[in-house]
């Protein structure tokens, strides 16, 4: 399957790129999955990620072909 990642704020500074295309295997994995698979890939620490919307819904649990996400880290301030 191929889905594309965008990445936003520091995360989009630690990656170096805006958004990528990634092809994996499965025709389906879960949130938690991709986030392990973006730990290993772009040595994100999982505490870094808090949000992670897939076709601008947060309530998605499954990733699928054809689907873009967006990874959002952690916002701080007051």
């Excluded at 965008?6 to 991709?34: C, H, Q, Y």
Aim: without cysteine.
């Amino acid at each position: 399957m191929l889905i594309r990642v965008k990445f936003f704020g520091e995360l989009k500074e630690k990656t170096g790129k805006r958004s990528v295309e990634l092809t994996l295997e499965p025709l389906k994995i879960r949130r938690e999955d991709l986030i392990r698979i973006l730990e290993k890939e772009f040595d994100i620490p999982k505490e870094k990620i808090f949000n992670v919307a897939v076709n601008n819904s947060l309530s998605e649990d499954f990733i699928e072909d054809g689907d873009t996400v967006s990874i959002h880290p952690v916002y701080r301030g007051g």
